[in-house]
């Protein structure tokens, strides 16, 4: 089992920042890949970023140029830097983690921007 702990959501005004963090502990793998998914209120769960081990990014169209992904591998930790952020960006983020055919799920933080 991998447990996540995630932190940094909170209410910030448009064009504002957060930094989001996960952190993984328990039966971690090496090569993974770690990143973020969003779920708005009556919408589905999105894609926001992942990052895999070895480097490889990829981001949703809607977030590129504004948030940036990052990961410590010694740490088995992931960051997500939101930046011009906007309510349309308002929802519950949630951490993700995968390797080989298991993936696992953060408990969500919920980011808030006011207009």
């Known amino acids: 089992q991998v447990q996540l702990e995630e932190s940094g959501g909170g209410l910030v005004q448009a064009g504002g920042s957060l930094r989001l963090s996960c952190a993984a502990s328990?039966?971690?793998?090496?090569?993974?890949?770690m990143g973020w998914y969003r779920q708005a209120p009556g919408k589905q769960r999105e894609l926001v970023a992942v990052?895999?081990?070895?480097?490889?990014?990829n981001y949703a169209d809607s977030v590129k140029g504004r948030f940036t992904i990052s990961r410590d591998n010694a740490k088995n930790t992931v960051y997500l830097q939101m930046n011009s952020l906007k309510p349309e960006d308002t929802a519950v983020y949630y951490c993700?983690?995968?390797?080989?055919?298991?993936?696992?799920w953060g408990q969500g933080t919920q980011v808030t921007v006011s207009s």
């Open positions: 990052i895999a081990s070895g480097g490889n990014i």
């Open positions: 328990g039966s971690t793998f090496r090569f993974n890949v």
């Open positions: 993700h983690y995968a390797f080989l055919s298991s993936a696992y």
